[in-house]
């Protein structure tokens, strides 16, 4: 029996979970699964490639049996007229189904095509691949590498249909349940379909998200209280959780401590740049440190009092992302510009990937961002404006929504901070979005042109940078740069992508970019999904790692005088060599430490 039999029930037969799949559906995924090969931001891994073109061929399949139950339809009403009308002779189009032999051979054919296009694909495909890697500075995969999305493309394949199977079976079984009412069999259909859609609903809106968030939060709490094996409770001042602070050590979590205790001191600053350095300080609240963020952010306005942040010439607000990261390596690069005469604070606010977050609630970071925000805002302004240091705020990723809403936040006082830097912001900012609105006309949305007066400006790269920082025109009184690569697809993931061309696919080419990259209904959104996957799993300069472009964007924003290619390459130069030992899941801190191990913390 085909799949089309099974959907509409014209024999009256109950649906089986394993039977024949439909000839149409076949063919037309086998047409559309090329598409799963086209390129997108960024190279994908076999595993990641067969999962885009496994969906993808389930969508044509489905369009195929669409189209199988279309023609029947039309050909069981109108075939006599269709085929007088072509032919001059009444005739029925043929009905496979009845034929068994035939039909059995033309779906192995069909089956047969499936896999030979998926294959053909994989091998046409492994050019485009190499092509775009190298134009990343990434090795480029060898042929077999992508031999491995052929199993994985059938599996997901069959897997999706299967499911479908169970939803029709289901269907079928709640028109059984209505079978001695009053409705007609068309009302009976759409009612056991409406029953089944609306329980996949209630299944997918709330018993999944729960299972799945309890499970994510369990392994994310655990994760949050275990702390790197390499680190110890500082031993200065001028960090929270050192002497004096209020802040216990046990109460940072996994980010906050690594934070803490990651970064140079001022000896190590002055051993590298050959400047007098000042203590640098940090300061964090972890979710242990305050059942509330009112908590946490008080315990850091006093850590600030307490280290007389006031006296510092500049102080940095980090709201962070979902887990609680604060990336090390802007802060690095703030303390570098300043040799170390800075006050950075931050606090935490979940222990959800900043992904898993937006999807449970897209403005997670506002409120507790703006509470921190707001907060330091008002002790700063609290200091004699000739007294005060410059005020900074640094947002990445989804802490780029909690630096835009702090922003916001300070705008209806009549006073801004002396610059705002973000970094790979997602697609849903409402700010960036109204920014990219305006721009000016003919500007693209990867680079949008902003009014020469206004104090907001966009860039893709380290050089772009570099430009808009000569720009006279730009933040006389304040500076806001967003720095957004063209490969970034947490920059560019929409759920718009499932249905409409983004500006952005539709412009010119921009840098990092394949010539032949275009929309696709359905498939696009697909392929920038999976991209988000290894978002951060590329070398500098391209997809969602911005590291190589952190002393230029801060030399911009903070309109540092330093900025001729040779004291740039200098900057960098001391830069790389403070990250050396340091970065984002590694680091060792020295004077930091006590002198022997006994104190070192283990995953608890």
């Known amino acids: 029996m085909s799949e089309t039999t099974t959907v509409n029930r014209e024999e009256n037969e109950k649906p089986k979970l394993l039977t024949a799949y439909d000839t149409w559906g076949l063919i037309v995924a086998a047409i559309v699964v090329p598409t799963a090969y086209s390129p997108s931001l960024l190279p994908r891994t076999w595993i990641i490639q067969g999962l885009v073109a496994g969906v993808v061929a389930v969508a044509g399949y489905m369009l195929g049996i669409g189209l199988h139950m279309l023609w029947t339809a039309i050909m069981s009403r109108w075939g006599k007229q269709i085929s007088e009308l072509l032919f001059g002779v009444a005739a029925k189009a043929p009905n496979w189904t009845r034929h068994h032999q035939a039909a059995a051979w033309t779906q192995a054919g069909a089956m047969l095509l499936l896999v030979v296009v998926v294959a053909l694909s994989v091998l046409g495909s492994v050019s485009q691949q190499r092509e775009q890697a190298r134009e990343l500075d990434m090795a480029p995969p060898g042929p077999w590498h992508f031999l491995g999305t052929i199993p994985v493309t059938l599996l997901v394949w069959l897997g999706l249909v299967m499911a479908f199977r169970v939803m029709n079976l289901w269907a079928y079984q709640i028109t059984e349940l209505l079978e001695h009412t009053p409705l007609s069999s068309g009302t009976k259909s759409v009612v056991s379909w409406v029953s089944v859609i609306l329980a996949l609903v209630l299944i997918a809106g709330n018993v999944v998200p729960y299972v799945g968030v309890t499970l994510a939060e369990r392994y994310f709490v655990e994760r949050n209280d275990s702390y790197r094996q390499d680190i110890w409770p500082p031993e200065v001042s001028e960090r929270a959780a050192g002497p004096g602070s209020a802040i216990s050590w046990d109460g940072l979590g996994y980010e906050g ?348």
């Open 257 to 604: 401590s690594r934070f803490v205790a990651d970064g140079r001191t001022a000896a190590q600053l002055e051993e590298v740049t050959g400047r007098p350095a000042t203590e640098p300080i940090r300061l964090y609240a972890g979710l242990g440190n305050g059942d509330t963020m009112e908590e946490r952010v008080d315990l850091i306005v006093d850590e600030l009092v307490r280290t007389d942040a006031a006296s510092r010439e500049a102080v940095l607000i980090m709201p962070v992302t979902g887990t609680g990261w604060a990336n090390p390596v802007a802060a690095q690069a703030f303390e570098l510009l300043y040799d170390g005469d800075t006050a950075i604070a931050s606090a935490q606010y979940g222990v959800l990937p900043s992904a898993l977050s937006v999807v449970l609630d897209r403005n997670v970071a506002e409120g507790p961002s703006r509470e921190l925000v707001t907060a330091i805002s008002q002790w700063w302004m609290e200091i004699p404006e000739d007294e005060r240091p410059e005020l900074y705020i640094y947002g990445e990723s989804l802490g780029t929504q909690g630096a835009e809403s702090g922003l916001m936040s300070m705008w209806p006082a009549g006073v801004l901070p002396d610059g705002m830097l973000l970094i790979g912001p997602p697609q849903g900012n409402e700010v960036r979005r109204w920014f990219i609105e305006e721009r000016v006309d003919g500007s693209p949305e990867y680079r949008p042109e902003q009014p020469e007066a206004s104090g907001i400006r966009f860039a893709i790269d380290a050089d772009d940078i570099m430009v808009r920082a000569e720009d006279p025109q730009w933040g006389t009184e304040f500076r806001v740069m967003y720095v957004q690569h063209p490969t970034d697809p947490v920059v560019w993931w929409s759920p718009a992508l499932l249905y409409s061309t983004p500006d952005w696919l539709e412009e010119p080419v921009a840098p990092g970019r394949m010539d032949n990259l275009s929309w696709l209904p359905w498939v696009t959104f697909w392929q920038v999904t999976a991209d988000l996957s290894g978002a951060a799993a590329v070398p500098e300069g391209y997809g969602h790692n911005y590291a190589d472009a952190m002393v230029e964007a801060w030399v911009a924003v903070t309109a540092d005088p330093r900025t001729s290619p040779e004291e740039i390459d200098s900057l960098n130069d001391e830069f790389w060599a403070l990250m050396e030992q340091q970065g984002p899941e590694k680091g060792h801190v020295d004077e930091l430490n006590p002198a022997d191990g006994s104190e070192m913390q283990v995953n608890r």
